[in-house]
Protein backbone atom coordinates (compact mmCIF):
# COMPACT_ATOMS: atom_id res chain seq x y z
CA UNK A 1 0.00 0.00 0.00
CA UNK A 2 1.11 3.28 -0.99
CA UNK A 3 0.90 6.47 1.27
CA UNK A 4 -0.19 9.67 0.05
CA UNK A 5 1.05 12.91 1.28
CA UNK A 6 -0.49 15.91 1.84
CA UNK A 7 0.77 19.30 2.00
CA UNK A 8 0.05 20.87 5.52
CA UNK A 9 -2.54 23.87 5.02
CA UNK A 10 -1.61 25.12 8.58
CA UNK A 11 -5.06 26.34 8.85
CA UNK A 12 -5.62 27.74 4.99
CA UNK A 13 -6.59 26.28 2.42
CA UNK A 14 -3.83 26.05 -0.24
CA UNK A 15 -3.55 28.46 -3.06
CA UNK A 16 -4.94 27.58 -6.61
CA UNK A 17 -2.21 27.04 -9.10
CA UNK A 18 -2.82 29.10 -12.12
CA UNK A 19 -4.12 27.84 -14.88
CA UNK A 20 -2.04 27.48 -18.33
CA UNK A 21 -3.61 29.18 -21.28
CA UNK A 22 -2.79 28.83 -24.79
CA UNK A 23 -1.98 32.00 -26.88
CA UNK A 24 -3.70 30.95 -29.75
CA UNK A 25 -6.89 30.75 -27.56
CA UNK A 26 -5.98 34.20 -26.25
CA UNK A 27 -5.89 35.30 -29.60
CA UNK A 28 -9.54 34.07 -30.94
CA UNK A 29 -11.01 35.50 -28.05
CA UNK A 30 -9.86 38.64 -28.30
CA UNK A 31 -10.92 38.35 -31.85
CA UNK A 32 -14.32 36.84 -31.47
CA UNK A 33 -15.02 39.89 -29.11
CA UNK A 34 -14.00 42.50 -31.81
CA UNK A 35 -15.81 40.47 -34.45
CA UNK A 36 -18.62 41.00 -32.40
CA UNK A 37 -18.27 44.75 -31.77
CA UNK A 38 -17.43 45.69 -35.22
CA UNK A 39 -20.92 43.94 -36.14
CA UNK A 40 -22.95 45.50 -33.60
CA UNK A 41 -21.42 49.03 -34.82
CA UNK A 42 -22.23 47.96 -38.35
CA UNK A 43 -26.05 47.09 -36.84
CA UNK A 44 -26.47 50.49 -35.29
CA UNK A 45 -25.02 52.46 -38.56
CA UNK A 46 -27.00 51.03 -40.73
CA UNK A 47 -30.37 51.81 -38.44
CA UNK A 48 -29.44 55.34 -38.21
CA UNK A 49 -29.07 56.10 -41.81
CA UNK A 50 -31.27 53.61 -43.26
CA UNK A 51 -34.24 55.51 -44.78
CA UNK A 52 -37.85 55.80 -42.61
CA UNK A 53 -39.70 54.71 -45.89
CA UNK A 54 -39.06 51.80 -47.75
CA UNK A 55 -37.50 51.88 -50.86
CA UNK A 56 -39.74 50.67 -54.05
CA UNK A 57 -39.90 47.37 -54.90
CA UNK A 58 -40.49 45.80 -58.47
CA UNK A 59 -41.86 42.49 -59.39
CA UNK A 60 -42.42 40.73 -62.97
CA UNK A 61 -45.19 38.70 -63.13
CA UNK A 62 -46.66 37.46 -66.29
CA UNK A 63 -50.26 38.53 -67.42
CA UNK A 64 -52.26 37.86 -70.56
CA UNK A 65 -50.21 40.33 -72.26
CA UNK A 66 -47.27 39.21 -71.84
CA UNK A 67 -44.98 40.15 -68.65
CA UNK A 68 -46.23 42.37 -65.82
CA UNK A 69 -44.43 44.73 -64.07
CA UNK A 70 -46.07 45.73 -60.54
CA UNK A 71 -44.71 48.66 -58.37
CA UNK A 72 -44.90 48.46 -54.31
CA UNK A 73 -44.81 52.44 -52.70
CA UNK A 74 -45.14 52.61 -48.96
CA UNK A 75 -48.15 53.96 -48.01
CA UNK A 76 -47.11 57.55 -47.15
CA UNK A 77 -45.05 58.10 -50.17
CA UNK A 78 -47.00 60.98 -51.77
CA UNK A 79 -47.32 61.22 -55.62
CA UNK A 80 -46.16 64.25 -57.41
CA UNK A 81 -48.41 66.05 -58.98
CA UNK A 82 -49.00 65.77 -63.02
CA UNK A 83 -49.67 68.07 -65.39
CA UNK A 84 -51.51 66.75 -68.14
CA UNK A 85 -52.25 68.90 -71.59
CA UNK A 86 -55.49 70.44 -71.97
CA UNK A 87 -57.47 68.57 -75.02
CA UNK A 88 -59.49 71.10 -76.77
CA UNK A 89 -62.35 69.74 -79.37
CA UNK A 90 -64.38 71.34 -82.09
CA UNK A 91 -67.35 70.37 -83.67
CA UNK A 92 -66.34 69.06 -87.81
CA UNK A 93 -68.51 68.49 -91.07
CA UNK A 94 -69.95 65.48 -90.30
CA UNK A 95 -71.50 66.33 -86.56
CA UNK A 96 -72.79 69.46 -87.58
CA UNK A 97 -74.38 68.21 -90.83
CA UNK A 98 -76.01 65.66 -89.10
CA UNK A 99 -76.99 68.38 -86.49
CA UNK A 100 -78.20 70.61 -89.77
CA UNK A 101 -79.47 73.33 -87.76
CA UNK A 102 -79.00 76.82 -88.25
CA UNK A 103 -76.47 77.36 -84.93
CA UNK A 104 -74.52 74.35 -86.64
CA UNK A 105 -74.06 76.03 -89.81
CA UNK A 106 -73.03 78.94 -87.78
CA UNK A 107 -70.28 76.52 -86.69
CA UNK A 108 -69.69 75.28 -90.27
CA UNK A 109 -68.73 78.84 -91.18
CA UNK A 110 -66.24 79.06 -87.87
CA UNK A 111 -64.72 76.17 -89.29
CA UNK A 112 -63.71 76.97 -92.45
CA UNK A 113 -62.65 80.72 -91.36
CA UNK A 114 -60.60 79.54 -88.50
CA UNK A 115 -62.33 81.25 -85.98
CA UNK A 116 -63.53 79.61 -82.57
CA UNK A 117 -67.50 78.07 -82.42
CA UNK A 118 -67.76 80.38 -79.41
CA UNK A 119 -70.97 81.22 -77.59
CA UNK A 120 -70.36 84.86 -79.10
CA UNK A 121 -69.46 84.20 -82.14
CA UNK A 122 -72.49 81.71 -83.04
CA UNK A 123 -74.96 84.28 -81.42
CA UNK A 124 -73.92 86.77 -83.75
CA UNK A 125 -73.94 84.67 -86.58
CA UNK A 126 -77.84 83.73 -85.41
CA UNK A 127 -78.83 87.09 -85.28
CA UNK A 128 -77.00 88.03 -88.84
CA UNK A 129 -78.91 85.31 -90.50
CA UNK A 130 -82.08 86.30 -88.84
CA UNK A 131 -82.07 89.25 -90.39
CA UNK A 132 -81.23 88.07 -93.86
CA UNK A 133 -83.22 84.91 -93.98
CA UNK A 134 -85.97 84.75 -91.14
CA UNK A 135 -85.99 81.77 -88.81
CA UNK A 136 -88.40 79.41 -90.17
CA UNK A 137 -86.42 79.02 -93.64
CA UNK A 138 -82.65 80.29 -92.52
CA UNK A 139 -81.47 77.68 -95.58
CA UNK A 140 -83.56 79.41 -98.22
CA UNK A 141 -81.63 78.90 -101.78
CA UNK A 142 -78.64 77.61 -99.74
CA UNK A 143 -77.76 81.15 -98.67
CA UNK A 144 -77.73 82.02 -95.19
CA UNK A 145 -76.42 85.41 -95.33
CA UNK A 146 -77.85 85.89 -98.60
CA UNK A 147 -73.99 85.93 -99.78
CA UNK A 148 -73.27 86.96 -103.36
CA UNK A 149 -69.66 85.86 -103.79
CA UNK A 150 -70.14 82.79 -105.65
CA UNK A 151 -73.66 81.99 -105.35
CA UNK A 152 -73.93 82.79 -109.28
CA UNK A 153 -76.62 85.76 -108.38
CA UNK A 154 -75.91 89.45 -107.86
CA UNK A 155 -77.18 91.01 -104.51
CA UNK A 156 -76.91 87.63 -102.69
CA UNK A 157 -79.58 86.65 -104.77
CA UNK A 158 -77.46 83.52 -105.95
CA UNK A 159 -77.88 79.50 -104.60
CA UNK A 160 -75.38 77.66 -103.27
CA UNK A 161 -75.68 73.48 -104.53
CA UNK A 162 -75.58 72.52 -100.30
CA UNK A 163 -75.07 74.51 -97.45
CA UNK A 164 -71.79 73.33 -96.82
CA UNK A 165 -70.70 74.87 -99.93
CA UNK A 166 -72.32 78.23 -98.95
CA UNK A 167 -70.40 78.60 -95.25
CA UNK A 168 -67.00 77.94 -97.27
CA UNK A 169 -67.99 80.65 -99.67
CA UNK A 170 -68.95 83.02 -96.98
CA UNK A 171 -66.27 82.50 -94.71
CA UNK A 172 -64.19 83.02 -97.69
CA UNK A 173 -65.63 86.27 -98.74
CA UNK A 174 -65.03 87.60 -95.00
CA UNK A 175 -61.82 87.11 -95.33
CA UNK A 176 -61.16 88.88 -98.59
CA UNK A 177 -62.65 92.38 -97.32
CA UNK A 178 -64.31 92.67 -94.12
CA UNK A 179 -61.37 92.89 -91.96
CA UNK A 180 -63.60 94.33 -88.74
CA UNK A 181 -66.02 91.20 -88.80
CA UNK A 182 -62.99 88.68 -89.26
CA UNK A 183 -61.17 90.65 -86.07
CA UNK A 184 -64.23 90.29 -84.15
CA UNK A 185 -64.85 86.47 -85.05
CA UNK A 186 -61.05 86.24 -84.49
CA UNK A 187 -61.01 87.64 -80.82
CA UNK A 188 -64.74 86.10 -80.13
CA UNK A 189 -65.63 89.56 -79.19
CA UNK A 190 -69.11 90.28 -77.77
CA UNK A 191 -71.81 89.76 -80.07
CA UNK A 192 -72.46 93.71 -79.59
CA UNK A 193 -69.02 94.30 -80.91
CA UNK A 194 -68.97 91.62 -83.65
CA UNK A 195 -72.53 93.14 -84.71
CA UNK A 196 -71.39 96.35 -84.88
CA UNK A 197 -68.44 95.77 -87.10
CA UNK A 198 -71.23 93.90 -89.33
CA UNK A 199 -72.92 97.37 -89.69
CA UNK A 200 -70.11 99.41 -90.85
CA UNK A 201 -69.32 96.97 -93.16
CA UNK A 202 -70.79 97.39 -97.15
CA UNK A 203 -72.08 93.71 -96.35
CA UNK A 204 -75.75 95.05 -97.07
CA UNK A 205 -76.46 98.38 -98.65
CA UNK A 206 -78.82 99.47 -95.53
CA UNK A 207 -76.22 98.72 -93.17
CA UNK A 208 -78.81 97.32 -90.87
CA UNK A 209 -79.94 101.10 -89.92
CA UNK A 210 -76.86 101.23 -88.27
CA UNK A 211 -78.72 98.58 -85.55
CA UNK A 212 -81.86 99.89 -85.93
CA UNK A 213 -83.18 96.94 -87.68
CA UNK A 214 -81.21 94.65 -85.59
CA UNK A 215 -82.87 92.36 -83.45
CA UNK A 216 -81.01 91.13 -80.00
CA UNK A 217 -83.92 88.47 -79.03
CA UNK A 218 -83.07 84.83 -78.80
CA UNK A 219 -82.91 83.05 -82.06
CA UNK A 220 -85.28 79.75 -82.82
CA UNK A 221 -83.30 77.32 -83.60
CA UNK A 222 -84.49 75.48 -86.78
CA UNK A 223 -82.99 71.99 -88.47
CA UNK A 224 -82.74 72.04 -92.06
CA UNK A 225 -83.82 69.28 -94.29
CA UNK A 226 -81.26 66.83 -95.14
CA UNK A 227 -81.60 67.65 -99.04
CA UNK A 228 -80.32 70.85 -98.14
CA UNK A 229 -76.98 69.52 -96.71
Known amino acids: MQTRLRTPT???RSARRPVAVSKAIVTRAIHHRIGVGVTALALV??????PTVP???????????????VFY????????????DEIHATDGVQTLTTNATNADWAKLVMMFGGWPQSDNNVTVMLRWMRQENG???WYNRNNPLNNGYGSGGGAG??????LVTAAKYAAQNLQRGYPGIVAGFAASA???????????????TSHYANGSHWSTRPVEIVQAPASAW
Open 55 to 69: AQATTVSSGPRGPVQ
Open 157 to 162: LGSYPD
Open 190 to 204: SPDVTAAAIWASPWS
Open 135 to 137: PPD
Open 73 to 84: VDAHVAAPPVKR
Open 45 to 50: AGLSIS
Open 10 to 12: HGR
